[in-house]
């Protein structure tokens, strides 16, 4: 069988003292504590009610129906993009699922296709940086847009 390294025991610390990091020593409930204190920091899923949700990156993920959030709907802060407001070329406000059109001919990088005028997106999705738009165009795929080349359709 092989042996496994044991930390290293701390020499003027009780023997419940080890150092896990150069420098640092936790003692094995405090260690514990630490792990459990941020696991029940962590909220419940919205949408399933799950106990099971871990970080990625600033939105928390929930392992058991795919639900992603941002931290500051989990705050109840509101807002959803942090009080950022993404407008269409005529200046409506838009909203995550709503459906745009796209009103300019629309080279695609890396590929000879076109997203043609009047292309309906259904569902988008709003998204921090130069793209404020992730959507699924039909015949084309996965894509990210500016708002300045869509307008928002009215139901």
């Given at each position: ?10 020499e003027d610390a009780p023997n419940n003292v080890f150092e896990y990091e150069p420098g640092a020593r ?13 696991m029940s920091d962590m909220p419940e899923c919205p949408k399933c009610g799950s106990a099971y949700v ?40 838009l909203k995550d699922g709503d459906t745009v059109t796209v009103i300019k001919d629309l080279k695609v ?47």
């Amino acid at each position: 069988m092989p042996e496994y390294a044991k930390p290293e025991c701390a020499e003027d610390a009780p023997n419940n003292v080890f150092e896990y990091e150069p420098g640092a020593r936790y003692s094995d409930a405090a260690f514990i504590e630490k792990k459990v204190r941020n696991m029940s920091d962590m909220p419940e899923c919205p949408k399933c009610g799950s106990a099971y949700v871990y970080e990625d990156g600033p939105l928390y993920v929930c392992p058991e129906c795919a639900h992603e959030w941002g931290r500051e709907a989990a705050d109840g802060e509101g807002g959803g993009d942090g009080g950022r407001t993404v407008r269409d070329a005529n200046g409506a406000e838009l909203k995550d699922g709503d459906t745009v059109t796209v009103i300019k001919d629309l080279k695609v990088k890396g590929s000879s296709s076109v997203v043609k005028v009047g292309t309906k997106v259904k569902n988008i999705r709003l998204v921090d940086g130069d793209h404020d738009i992730d959507c699924n165009i039909p015949g084309i795929g996965q894509m990210g847009l500016k708002s300045e080349f869509v307008k928002k359709v009215t139901d």
